[in-house]
């Protein structure tokens, strides 16, 4: 699957910035459809994608669609909104907090499933562990940043998802996975 440029990182996470800003300032959110760093090919996919929001190195709300609903640029307005005030862990952003976050964007591949937990690389994937009603989700940096291994991202999935530790040892849970690429402002200087 093709992967966003430089370029292109740098305008999503632009857009994304600019949607947070304008929805503080209570205007209308950009129409990327109408901006010309849009028009390339890739911006008409329907990805899955994440906005993760940071303040001095602090989780400050993430929210994001799993499955390809919109084109990405749609996806990112909607995401970078939802992270800065639907995020139901946090109060909504205010206006003094905006100058400090962080903004980082995942960007999803298709989700598949696993069918054998050594399938699972550290670093690449991201997991998805449900179970009846409960569902869990962590992005692939999540294991790296807390240096898990294999199992203990399995486990912390499942406590995500509300269930036991070991849900994922059981037959009636399914285990899926995808990859993202990753990108934020930090890492791209901006």
């Given at each position: 699957?093709?992967?966003?440029?430089?370029?292109?990182?740098?305008?999503?996470?632009?857009?994304?910035?600019?949607?947070?800003?304008?929805?503080?300032?209570r205007l209308p959110a950009p129409e990327p459809e109408k901006m010309s760093e849009?028009?390339?090919?890739?911006?008409?996919?329907k990805r899955g994608a994440f906005v993760t929001l940071h303040i001095q190195g602090r989780l400050r709300g993430c929210i994001g669609y799993?499955?390809?609903?919109?084109?990405?640029?749609e996806t990112i307005i909607d995401m970078a909104i939802a992270s800065a005030f639907k995020d139901p862990r946090f109060p909504p952003l205010k206006r003094e907090e905006f100058g400090k976050i962080d903004i980082e964007i995942s960007?999803?591949?298709?989700?598949?499933?696993?069918?054998?937990?050594?399938?699972i690389h550290i670093g690449r994937d991201g997991l998805i562990i449900s179970n009846g009603y409960r569902q869990g989700l962590l992005l692939p940096q999540v294991a790296t940043e807390y240096g898990w291994g294999r199992e203990q991202?399995?486990?912390?999935?499942?406590?995500?998802?509300?269930?036991?530790?070991?849900a994922w040892k059981w037959k009636d849970t399914k285990i899926e996975k995808f990859s993202a690429q990753v990108f934020g402002e930090k890492e791209l200087g901006m």
């Open positions: 699957m093709k992967e966003l440029t430089v370029e292109q990182q740098k305008n999503v996470l632009s857009l994304a910035r600019v949607t947070i800003k304008n929805a503080l300032e849009f028009r390339d090919e890739i911006f008409s996919e799993i499955a390809g609903i919109k084109p990405i640029p960007v999803l591949t298709p989700i598949e499933p696993v069918s054998n937990v050594e399938e991202f399995l486990e912390h999935t499942c406590y995500k998802a509300g269930l036991p530790q070991d």
